[in-house]
């Protein structure tokens, strides 16, 4: 029978933070990394929401350009992904701070029910991309007649 010891586990446990936090992006300049492996998980941050007929997705997508953006969807699955452009820097001028990072960003969305792929509505606003997402019509819910007898 093995015995446990607190202090091995407290090692190993600051051993795999250490790791994690090396893995996180951190260790590299703010200008060559605009989403961390960990943050890249989370872009573009969404919100979505269903009613019976659609699903409505709303992502953050600052300082991206639309062209920028591909938008994929599969049964019940939407990935947005896209790319933002480096900063142009200004000749003579000086860089004091740069944290507008850039870099290729994709987020996989399950939804709640399939999506109809013919029928996506997408437009980019103020940073904002909005999709419309028709549902198929067997999955959209269905009033039954009962007869009374």
């Not at 953050?60 to 947005?80: C, E, H, M, Q």
Request: with cysteine.
């Amino acid at each position: 029978m093995a015995s446990w010891d607190v202090f091995r586990e407290l090692d190993n446990l600051r051993r795999e933070m250490d790791d994690a936090f090396r893995n996180s992006g951190h260790a590299r300049p703010l200008q060559t990394a605009f989403l961390s492996p960990v943050t890249m998980r989370r872009f573009p941050l969404v919100n979505f929401s269903e009613d019976d007929d659609h699903v409505y997705v709303e992502a953050l997508v600052p300082g991206v350009d639309a062209k920028d953006i591909d938008l994929t969807v599969l049964r019940n699955t939407i990935t947005i992904s896209g790319e933002r452009k480096p900063f142009s820097e200004q000749k003579g001028h000086v860089v004091h701070r740069s944290e507008l990072g850039c870099g290729k960003f994709s987020r996989t969305l399950e939804l709640p029910v399939d999506i109809d792929a013919n029928r996506v509505e997408a437009e980019c606003k103020d940073g904002i991309m909005r999709l419309t997402l028709a549902k198929p019509e067997h999955v959209k819910p269905r009033k039954i007649q009962i007869k009374l007898s």
